[in-house]
């Protein structure tokens, strides 16, 4: 009988598999709901995950964040991420904040050459290492996390106006600001690589509900040689790295440039974005996949037949090669019944190619 981890890495490679991995992400209430359910919140456990996921610890590179801030007065409420991004609350939603961008309105190049990007500390690398070994001792899988690779660590720095506007005009600032991103992108992917990380979790979101972000030339030019330029740098180092690429809506245009620059793993296939045959008819065998069940209309709001038939449908449509995790779209946001999150597993834990 292969381990959780062997299991997965088949699967994952489309060589067949013994049974069907899962994933799933509950939002905070839904975390809460499972604690007194069950009177702990090990639901990774419960759902007999066959992955865990791991993170390189960053270290700001500022000392005050505020003062990152010349030209916006912030809400008295803000807090701030290690790259210096604020988030203050948005009112009426459960976890969604608004976001403050540093570099918004910088017309000086080098202001944004020497902004303060965060820092891989000296003991980073020895606390991933034991992270990853004491996961693999379990039988499990490693899986780094490194989403907001290039593109929205960008934008969520500079403003999504701003960036848009320097990538249209080719300003110089557009590629001292991309390229200094995908420096660090390049060098935490090393670290997953050297740790023995199975699997690393790339990931910009390019796709909207029913188009797409930018044009396709556009994220060719200024995304795609960036983001093959991460991959390459983890492969160097761990030449069977998989990567894991997560982009929410419509991405269906990119299928084939994703492919082209390496990545392996396609996440998360909204159902309600573009349709799983148009994906694999695209994709013709070169992609695996991790995601497919709709978190705006099935899990929510289908029955547990429906939760079923839609698991059924992605994994006979996948086959016995496999190369699925099945998993919800997004987080499990609150109004996901308990009965549907347990039929998706248990349709899963059934399927039989």
Same mark, same amino acid.
């Given at each position: ?51 865990r996921?791991?993170?390189l ?15 916006e ?8 991420d ?26 000086n ?11 891989? %500390? ?6 991933l290492?034991?992270? /990853? !070994? $004491? =996961?693999h001792s379990?039988? &499990?899988?490693?899986? @780094? ?9 960008a934008?969520y ?9 320097d990538?249209?005009?080719?300003d ?8 200094r ?16 990380t199975?699997?690393v ?10 188009t ?10 200024w ?18 790295l ?19 620059a ?5 996440? %998360? ?9 148009? /994906? !694999? $008819? =695209?994709?013709?065998?070169r &992609?695996?996949?991790w @995601?497919?069940i ?22 006979t449509?996948?086959?016995?090669a496999g190369?699925i995790v ?11 019944p308990?009965d549907?999150l ?12």
């Open positions: 009988m292969p381990t959780p981890r062997e299991n997965f890495l088949r699967t994952l490679r489309r060589q067949g598999f013994d049974f069907v991995p899962l994933d799933l992400s509950l939002c905070p209430s839904q975390v809460e709901a499972f604690k007194k359910r069950f009177g702990h919140s090990d639901y990774a456990s419960f759902f007999n995950l066959s992955h996921w791991v993170e610890q960053l270290n700001a590179g500022y000392a005050d964040a505020a003062r990152l801030y010349p030209r007065r912030l809400p008295a409420d803000t807090v701030f290690v790259f210096g991004v604020g988030h203050s609350h948005q009112p009426d939603c459960h976890h969604m904040t608004r976001m403050h961008h540093p570099l918004a309105g910088a017309l190049p080098d202001e944004i050459r020497h902004f303060p990007l965060p820092h891989i %500390p000296p003991e980073a690398q020895t606390q290492n034991e992270r /990853v !070994l $004491k =996961i379990q039988g &499990l899988a490693a899986a @780094g996390s490194m989403a907001c690779t290039i593109w929205e660590t934008w720095l500079r403003s999504m106006e701003d960036l848009m506007a990538m249209m005009t080719d110089e600032g557009a590629a001292i600001h991309f390229d991103i995908t420096d660090l992108a390049c060098r935490r992917i090393e670290a997953y690589a050297r740790a023995g199975d699997l979790m790339l990931g910009d979101d390019i796709g909207m509900q029913s797409i972000m930018m044009s396709v030339e556009l994220w060719s030019t995304i795609k040689p960036r983001l093959a330029r991460v991959i390459a740098a983890g492969r160097a180092i761990k030449p069977d998989l990567i894991f690429y997560h982009s929410c809506g419509y991405v269906l245009p990119f299928i084939p440039h994703l492919i082209d390496g990545i392996d793993i396609l996440n %998360p296939v909204q159902p309600e974005c573009m349709a799983f045959d148009e /994906v !694999l $008819k =695209i994709a013709a065998g &992609l695996s996949y @995601g497919t709709g978190t705006q209309t099935t899990l929510p709001f289908g029955t547990v037949q429906d939760v079923r038939s839609a698991v059924l449908k992605n994994l449509a996948c086959g016995a190369g099945i998993a919800p779209t997004h987080l499990v946001e609150p109004e996901v308990w549907n347990t039929a998706l597993a248990a349709a899963a834990r059934e399927f039989k190619p």
